[in-house]
T-cell receptor
Framework: DGGITQSPKYLFRKEGQNVTLSCEQNLNHDAMYWYRQDPGQGLRLIYYSQIVNDFQKGDIAEGYSVSREKKESFPLTVTSAQKNPTAFYLC?????????????FGPGTRLTVL | GENVEQHPSTLSVQEGDSAVIKCTYSDSASNYFPWYKQELGKRPQLIIDIRSNVGEKKDQRIAVTLNKTAKHFSLHITETQPEDSAVYFCAASKRSTLGRLYFGRGTQLTVWP
């Protein structure tokens, strides 16, 4: 299960605060993804990045921001504008941003807004 | 975009029976269909995938079938075991969206010993 890591495992935030979730990979993958997982909702794409210094919005990008300054890192910031941020967040990476490439997932971060 | 529907949302089977999970997709341009398994408390992992130029693919007890005309694909698990209990996600992808996956909502499979 090595290769892609997320921290922290659990995160608690007060309403109105921004919080940043870490995602790091040492697989030398070009593409990285952020998903949000809610019960019964599947995996919904927040943002994805094909390559360093480039990223695109997914289906539920509102209230989130990302950066991709290094190939191995793709942090996700959950801003105070995200109305319902409590969820399980999964980061993934793949060799390149084309079909047929397996996405490898990190262990996830569970964010709870108090 | 793409819309992937997955059924059923929950499935319970007796150990040794077969399990079938079905997915439909909306965009005929989709050409890659992976299946991911997520055990409780763990990360999703790819278990099998199929490309649009293939109708069926098998890997030991699991198989995936694809009907491009009807735009649906299915996961078949034979001789189920308790360790097959997990949430299974189907997904679809196409070249124009740079490898991003469109996931179904998942199926909670429970295999009773």
């Amino acid at each position: 299960d090595g290769g892609i890591t997320q921290s922290p495992k659990y995160l608690f935030r007060k309403e109105g605060q921004n919080v940043t979730l870490s995602c790091e990979q040492n697989l030398n993958h070009d593409a990285m993804y952020w998903y949000r997982q809610d019960p019964g909702q599947g995996l919904r794409l927040i943002y994805y990045s094909q390559i360093v210094n480039d990223f695109q919005k997914g289906d539920i990008a509102e209230g989130y921001s990302v950066s991709r300054e290094k190939k191995e890192s793709f942090p996700l910031t959950v801003t105070s504008a995200q109305k319902n941020p409590t969820a399980f967040y999964l980061c993934a990476s793949s060799i390149t941003a084309v079909p047929y490439n397996e996405q490898f997932f990190g262990p996830g971060t569970r964010l709870t807004v108090l | 975009g793409e819309n992937v529907e997955q059924h059923p949302s929950t499935l319970s089977v007796q150990e040794g029976d077969s399990a079938v999970i079905k997915c439909t997709y909306s965009d005929s341009a989709s050409n890659y269909f992976p299946w991911y398994k997520q055990e409780l408390g763990k990360r999703p992992q790819l278990i099998i995938d199929i490309r649009s130029n293939v109708g069926e693919k098998k890997d030991q007890r699991i198989a995936v079938t694809l009907n491009k005309t009807a735009k649906h694909f299915s996961l078949h698990i034979t001789e189920t075991q308790p360790e097959d209990s997990a949430v299974y996600f189907c997904a679809a992808s196409k070249r124009s969206t740079l490898g991003r996956l469109y996931f179904g909502r998942g199926t909670q499979l429970t295999v009773w010993p």
